[in-house]
């Protein structure tokens, strides 16, 4: 028998075997540069594969092919010929099977006609997606380059494209990821975040998925994923969890994200003056922003708030879309838990001085009121100019008093400093107690300095008196019901009952 026919070698293509084949069929092939003289082949009895040029039958050949074959002639560019019809069903293949065949197993597999027959049935529209994966598969993988801006740009313009070919065939998704690549965002989240991307609003899976890069730990960013239309706006309340914190007391801000071809991305997380976020937990609140078309008023409109802690500042009309819990600031270590003791101990120090000035606050308010009142009540009852007089000499001693309170509250106002308080809430009732008593103290001034309606007066008097005496009251429960609470398991006092 004519060893140069006998069909017994497999040649080594790419990641996968073919064969086997004659050296007749092999010339040929390397003729028409199918195959390289630099290919690995293998035949029964050989104990690994061999590249061509160490094995003696090919030895002569290769020798032949370099003096008498022409050059290979490259086919013409149709695109779907019969060549590249072949190569599809190869790439094809390459893509579907999973394990790694061996030389004899290969064999057996290509001799039978089924395998044949169901990569011919493989559709085009699979064809032009393996088509454009490998076009787009350099852009998928740019982040491993220092990319040009008109890389970008291009990146960019073909995105579009990209998600349509997903959408007309989406057994792609596979292989072709329907977003860019997110830095620093866990695994799971990207996984989460591309079924958003892919799932239509109102399907059975995820609609919205956020995600949290951490490529810069100290200002993170975040991400929002979903198959709304470009330009969807979405707003994030990102509060701090005020018993993790780590030497502050409160944080909460908001950012705006829009969506562009399914991805939004924030910017990144600054505290104050672009300083990093103080180390511990925060809530991270994703909601609906402004409908930019009264479609995408109706998709929010349809789609349901998901449960998650209530927090007090939060507007109380949103709807919660997405809720996620995160540790930013840094690393939760060892060195964190030790700062955050320190600090919780310097914090219960703090809130029992604040104790005892709010009850100091308090005493000294009531006895302004109290002595206000009582001169006033005692000066109406005498008829004549006398009780003018006597009102001026306790009108300036009242008001010098008044001016140290007021004095002592502008150093440190409590609505621009609620941060620096434990006990914010009742420094900003104890301000309020201080305005209602000197709005009734002017108008105790007004009744026996100046001429008007005595009747008039005398109701207003009578209203700011209700209302000053209601705060005193609150004031004094709340103080008893917070010094009776136990402390948290963190040692930290309550701000009120748990």
């Given at each position: ?395 300036q001693e009242w008001t010098k008093l008044q001016k140290q309170l007021d004095e002592l509250f502008n150093e440190s106002p409590p609505e621009k400093n609620s941060d620096r308080y434990f006990y914010s809430d009742l420094y900003l009732m104890i301000q309020k107690l201080s305005q209602t ?62």
């Amino acid at each position: 028998m004519d060893i140069s026919k006998e069909k017994k070698w497999f040649v080594y293509l790419g990641n996968h075997h073919e064969g086997p084949f004659s050296l007749e069929e092999i010339q040929e092939k390397l003729t028409q540069g199918v195959i390289s003289k630099e290919g690995f082949v293998w035949a029964e009895g050989m104990p690994d594969w061999k590249p061509m040029t160490q094995v003696p039958d090919f030895q002569v050949l290769a020798t032949s092919l370099n003096e008498d074959s022409p050059p290979s002639k490259t086919p013409e560019p149709e695109l779907f010929n019969e060549i590249e019809e072949k190569t599809f069903e190869k790439i094809s293949e390459n893509l579907l099977l999973t394990q790694t065949i061996s030389p004899r197993d290969e064999q057996n597999l290509r001799s039978k006609s089924s395998k044949k027959s169901f990569f011919r049935s493989i559709s085009k529209k699979i064809k032009w997606g393996i088509l454009c994966l490998t076009g787009l598969s350099f852009f998928y993988f740019q982040e491993f380059f220092e990319t040009p801006s008109s890389l970008n740009q291009l990146i960019e313009l073909s995105w579009p494209y990209r998600l349509d070919l997903l959408d007309k065939t989406p057994e792609l998704a596979q292989w072709i990821s329907p977003l860019p690549s997110l830095d620093g965002v866990s695994s799971d989240e990207v996984d989460l975040m591309k079924l958003a991307a892919l799932e239509p609003p109102g399907g059975s899976g995820p609609q919205i998925a956020m995600g949290l890069s951490r490529t810069d730990i100290l200002h993170p960013t975040l991400y929002v994923a979903s198959r709304l239309p470009d330009k969807t706006q979405f707003q994030a309340y990102i509060v701090g969890v005020s018993d993790t914190l780590l030497k502050e007391r409160s944080y909460i801000s908001q950012l705006n994200i829009s969506l562009t071809h399914r991805i939004g991305k924030s910017s990144p997380l600054y505290f104050k003056n672009k300083s990093p976020l103080p180390k511990g937990e925060y809530r991270i609140y994703l909601t609906s922003g402004t409908p930019s078309s009264p479609e995408d008023e109706t998709r929010f409109n349809l789609m349901k708030s998901i449960p998650h802690p209530q927090y007090n500042d939060l507007p109380k009309d949103i709807k919660v879309l997405a809720f996620k819990t995160y540790f930013l600031g840094g690393i939760r270590d060892a060195i964190y838990t030790r700062e955050l003791n320190e600090y919780h101990t310097q914090l219960r120090i703090e809130a029992e001085n604040e104790i005892k000035e709010l009850t100091q606050f308090l005493n000294t308010l009531e006895s302004q009121f109290n002595a206000s009142s009582a001169k006033f009540g005692i000066l109406k009852k005498i008829k004549g100019s006398s009780k003018k007089m006597n009102w001026i000499p306790f009108h300036q001693e009242w008001t010098k008093l008044q001016k140290q309170l007021d004095e002592l509250f502008n150093e440190s106002p409590p609505e621009k400093n609620s941060d620096r308080y434990f006990y914010s809430d009742l420094y900003l009732m104890i301000q309020k107690l201080s305005q209602t008593v000197q709005t009734e103290h002017h108008l105790h001034h007004l009744y026996f300095t100046e001429v008007g309606d005595s009747k008039a007066r005398e109701i207003q008097i009578g209203d700011t008196n209700l209302l000053t005496q209601t705060i005193i009251s609150q004031l004094k429960a709340k103080l008893a019901h917070l010094t009776s609470l136990p402390p948290l398991p963190n040692g930290l006092p309550q701000k009120e009952e748990q």
